[in-house]
């Protein structure tokens, strides 16, 4: 073969680089489809909804007359439901990812339970309503509450919050736990004083991605029967509710009956009088806004964290 | 297994200890069931809360007629809103749940045939116009206006209905082709009566079914078909006064509201029930829906004093039933 001169050298790498060009515009083009269609979307429902995101809307009961209706029931109910979910699916789903990282021994057992939380996160969510249906709705008698849709949704994001936990211990160092054990420390102290704050950032980044997908879910939520119509809000502690004056207890709000922001755009969207859809623009306006805040707080305190590691 | 269903049983008990059940001394009235019943219901609820300064509460879901009946016959709502009258195995549920019911006919559905309002040559359609276009031989083999009238022109037709579950299917089915769910499968169907308003509207081809209140919301961009009154011979327009004089048959039907008999014993429920019928002429006109003869709510009234339970049509759903027969088989339990 005869060694290629200067110029075929050139025309080769010139090719190279137009196909590096071409990678890079069409990576920037396809970023900018993703991008438009979001802008497009919030822009639409924004521009459509405007005229009803006022402060009475955040304060008033749903109502048949599309300019008077509201999502305090909505918003409230998604709230409530998020915080059940959280308390469940978080202290669950990241000890199950120590466990699975730091304790459990590597045999076939170890191996089909991980395939098996892989392949979870890949249920259709309304398998998991129809479970819950059955399981906390019937036999634990929880009905149709808050409880319910809270846990069902845990259920649902679970699988999500024990993959992310462990990508998170995976990706600290091995010497880190090395240098723990060296000096002493048992298993349990170098997650406790180590593993966790370290792997925190990514933790809580996967909580947030699993609790934003959860926020929209309305059919599991369908499923064990959240309402449509629901003109008051779930007892708050210590306070009279009924005609009897007597106090709800701590925990009352959890088997209080609700509805979620996913519902209540749903069921506007599916109204005879066109004017509801002003109010499922509004609503599905608010409810981006409550996935951006949460993706905004997560970022947040995933700065403030890895600011304190110092290794 | 036993170990098992034991853990099951403590977990519920400690899960109830816990939460405390149901909060006892909320005032809840709870209602669930079919779609076209329920801006009704939730009219009267709304405005039967503001009127009990929110000492009462009422709750209402849709869970579909039959997804409805199913709570209904197992103890857990109080009210039930149904599209069409309990079926024989509904009724059997319901039997072997212990639950009885009083039937309250609240008001009429007139299920409208809607047409693109630039469509020139559809002046009016009979039941066996309507029957070739639907029927299930028409699947695959009736796909032009003409092979169903040779006067129609030859364009294509593009079919919009209900979704199979819904009683609006049901009935529909009934009343043209003459049989409960059988019908053509080729045609457009959702549940969400506002694809089939947005599907008709933006094709000159097209031809739809659904509730009068769906219709009477876009009147502006969808064209009621006048339906032939079979007994007449005369086209009678879908309209609330054509309803309520009982010539726009056979596509106009009852719909009712079941209220579980144990359950009026209940002041809340029973408050709501009155509330409900003494409103229902008002608040049923507003979300443009046809009442009944103000006989028939004070009816309903005297009938759940009475304690008169079970149903008018033992099981079977029936087509151009008006309400003063349901009332006059009422009279008779």
């Known amino acids: 073969m005869q060694p290629m001169t200067t110029e075929q050298i050139r025309v080769l790498i010139a090719r190279g680089k137009m196909k590096d060009t071409i990678f890079q515009a069409l990576g920037i083009i396809c970023l900018a489809i993703g991008l438009l269609v979001i802008f497009l979307l919030v822009g639409d429902m924004l521009m459509r909804g405007l005229d009803r995101l006022n402060i009475e809307f955040f304060t008033e009961f749903a109502s048949r007359r599309a300019h008077q209706s509201g999502i305090l ?155 449509t119509f629901i003109a008051f809000l779930p007892p708050v502690p210590f306070t009279a509710t009924g005609a009897d004056g007597v106090s709800a207890g701590l925990f009352d709000w959890v088997m209080s009956p609700f509805t979620v922001m996913s519902i209540q755009i749903f069921n506007w ?21 409550m996935v951006l805040s949460m993706n905004a707080i997560a970022i947040y305190l995933r700065y403030r964290m890895r600011k304190n590691i110092k290794w | 297994m036993f170990k098992q269903s ?58 579909g007629t039959g997804g409805g009946f199913k709570k209904f016959c197992r103890d857990e709502t109080d009210l039930q809103n149904a599209s069409r009258p309990i079926t024989a195995k509904e009724m059997a549920d319901c039997k072997a ?63 919009f209905g209900a979704g199979a579950d819904s009683g609006t299917f049901e009935y529909f089915t009934e009343a043209i082709v003459g049989k409960a769910k059988s019908s053509r499968g080729d045609y457009t169907a959702s549940e969400d009566d506002n694809v089939l308003v947005q599907g008709v509207s933006r094709d000159v081809n097209g031809i739809g079914y659904f509730g009068y209140a769906y219709y ?37 039907r009852p719909i009712f509201v079941y209220v579980k008999a144990k359950s009026m014993q209940k002041p809340e429920v029973r408050e709501f029930v009155e509330f409900y ?47 003063e027969e349901i009332m006059k088989r009422e009279a008779k339990m």
């Open chain 2, 277 to 323: 019928m003494k409103n229902a002429d008002k608040l049923i006109r507003e979300v443009k829906y046809v009442p009944l003869p103000k006989a028939a709510y004070e009816g309903n009234i005297k009938h759940a004093k009475d304690g008169k339970i079970g149903t008018v049509f033992g099981g079977k759903n029936e087509v151009g039933i008006t309400v």
């Open chain 1, 73 to 227: 029931s909505a918003w409230v109910g998604t709230i409530l439901v998020m915080f059940v979910t959280a308390m469940a699916a978080v202290p669950l789903g990241v000890a199950a990812g120590i466990y699975l990282e730091e304790y459990a021994k590597r045999n076939w057992v170890t191996d089909i339970i991980e395939i098996n939380i892989t392949n979870l996160a890949a249920v259709p969510s309304i398998v998991y309503g129809l479970l819950a249906l059955g399981i906390f709705v019937y036999t634990f008698g929880f009905g149709q509450s808050i409880l319910s849709a809270g846990l069902t949704l845990a259920l649902l994001i679970l699988p999500i919050v024990i993959v992310s936990t462990r990508e998170a211990i995976r990706s600290i160092p091995a010497m880190i736990r090395e240098g723990s054990m060296a000096v002493g420390a048992t298993r349990w102290q170098t997650c406790r004083y180590h593993i966790i704050p370290y792997a925190m950032p990514g933790i809580l980044t996967g909580v947030i991605i699993g609790l934003a997908r959860a926020i929209g879910e309305t059919a599991p939520i369908i499923t064990i029967g959240a309402l």
């Open chain 2, 216 to 252: 009477a919301e876009n009147m502006a961009r969808l064209k009621g078909l006048p339906i032939v009154n079979p007994k007449t011979g005369k086209a009678v327009e879908p309209s609330g006064a054509n309803v309520e004089n009982g010539t726009y048959v056979p596509l106009s």
């Open chain 1, 269 to 289: 969207t599916s109204r005879p009088d066109p004017a509801f859809e002003i109010n499922a623009a509004a609503a599905g306006f608010v409810l981006m806004g």
């Open chain 2, 6 to 63: 034991k853990l099951v049983s403590a977990l519920a008990v400690a899960g109830v200890a816990l939460f405390g059940a149901q909060a006892a001394h909320a005032q809840i009235v709870k209602i669930d069931g079919s779609s076209t019943v329920y801006p009704i219901t939730e009219a009267v609820a709304e405005d039967f809360q503001k009127a009990k300064k929110n000492a009462i509460k009422v709750t209402v879901g849709i869970s």
């Open chain 2, 97 to 159: 749940a212990g639950v009885d019911y009083i039937e309250m006919p609240v008001a009429y559905d007139a299920l409208t045939v809607v047409i693109n309002p630039k469509n020139t040559f559809l002046k009016q359609a009979t039941v066996e116009e309507l029957k070739k276009l639907w029927e299930p031989a028409a699947q695959g083999v009736v796909m032009k206006w003409n092979q169903v009238n040779p006067a129609w022109p030859d364009a294509p037709v593009k079919l």
